[in-house]
């Protein structure tokens, strides 16, 4: 199973990004797909997952401006960010595991056991 990332970069404050993540060897069903982002010197956080049947759940501070979604024919989970600010400045990871997203554990300091994750992509925003 491999995660592959693109998209990112640097944009100013009340921009748009959109993150991808491509699937290559994933195969399993039930399964939730998540983004994490952790920016120096703070913890890993949770900002969205999908679940296999679509539902969705975001972290409280990018409620409204970011969407997650998935493409299941291009095997391809995507974030959608929008009115960027700039403490959302991070390296953002995808990442998946066969289980159900409410078997997943992620505690609020970003500790989790999604078993596969992608390689990071930096997102920067200016002020």
């Known amino acids: 199973v491999q995660l592959v990332q693109s998209g990112g970069g640097s944009v100013q404050a009340g921009g748009s990004l959109r993150l991808s993540c491509a699937e290559f060897?994933?195969?399993?069903?039930?399964?939730?797909m998540g983004w994490f982002r952790q920016a120096p010197g703070k913890e890993r956080e949770e900002v969205a997952r999908i679940e296999s049947d679509g539902s969705t759940r975001y972290g409280d501070s990018v409620k409204g401006r970011f969407t997650i979604s998935k493409d299941i024919p291009k095997n391809t989970v995507y974030l959608q960010m929008n009115s960027l600010k700039p403490e959302d400045t991070a390296m953002y990871y995808c990442?998946?595991?066969?289980?159900?997203?409410?078997?997943?554990?992620?505690?609020?300091?970003?500790?989790?056991?999604?078993?596969?994750w992608g390689q990071g992509t930096q997102v920067t925003v200016s002020s």
């Open positions: 990442a998946a595991d066969p289980r159900r997203c409410e078997e997943v554990v992620v505690t609020a300091g970003g500790v989790t056991d999604f078993n596969y």
């Open positions: 060897g994933y195969t399993y069903s039930p399964y939730c």
